[in-house]
């Protein structure tokens, strides 16, 4: 089954946050049918939303989820499918659970959609519920349907990683809002690393998807500050093993030298910088004894 580069990134992505927390399962087959799900998730507890930095995204999958993306505006034809894979899926788990069912854990399906129009939404008589953010339209209450046009999401925290999805001008917004994030965030590197992925399997025949020169520059960007804080992740990283090698050498080295040693003269010894450990490394030579460790510690 082919898949363009925009499935493959928004099935990938919302695995990236939703596999902490129950099953997922990309292109989830309809029982009977040769239908596909995109993304289908289970939760096996409560999404803790705060905590765990998903967002908006936290508060949609609290139940059982389907969650279709598209790239471009979703047409009748394709809502109408959407809801057709819902309305499967519930009949397979209601039929699973039998008497156990509950009505309030039927599950639900989010159509995201990068962009999409007023008539779509009016057709399916979508409308903004005070209980969700603006711009996000539930259909009719037996549809236990959302559409959520990501490019008119409001811009803040709470939607940064369902405007990951966007396109264009959300896009550029997103990912420039992702690159300025504090390199120890938790998600900042994993969702680089995904939409590095993403630009490098982008071909010219895609190409035409991009509307705008920016948004495949803000995608180089991306890619560029991924790679180098990657490799100066890997240097910094071989720096404090070296530094872990030299430290512990020190320490087997000054147990063959003055004995074992008492766990706060080791714990000062662990704590030298490597200039200190280069220096008690010439100077233990010399050691007869516990008494010339005391001695050159205390000088330090």
Partial sequence: MTQSPFDQLAKQHLEEFLSPFGKVERQYEIPGESKFVDVWFVPDRPVLIESDNLGILGRMVQVASLLEAFHNCPTRRDVKTCLMKLLWVQEEEQRKAGRNFKAHEMPKLWILAATTTQPIIRIFKGEESSDWLP?????????????????????????????????????????????????????????????????????????????????????????????????????????EQGIERERSLILRQLSRRVGELPLQVRSQVEALSIEELELLGEALLDFTGFPDLQQWLSKG
């Fill in 135 to 239: 711009g996000m339209y539930e259909m009719a209450e037996a549809l236990d349907t959302q559409i959520v046009p990501i490019d008119q999401l409001p811009v803040t925290e709470e939607t940064l990683w369902l405007r990951i999805l966007g396109r264009d001008e959300t896009l550029e917004c997103a990912v420039r809002e992702v690159l300025a994030l504090p390199k120890n965030h938790p998600r900042r590197n994993g969702i680089l690393q995904l939409l590095t992925s993403w630009r490098v399997t982008i071909t010219a025949d895609d190409l035409a998807e991009f509307s705008r020169q920016e948004t495949l520059m803000v995608l180089s960007e991306a890619y560029a500050v991924w790679e180098r804080e990657t490799t100066e992740q890997g240097i910094e990283q071989g720096i």
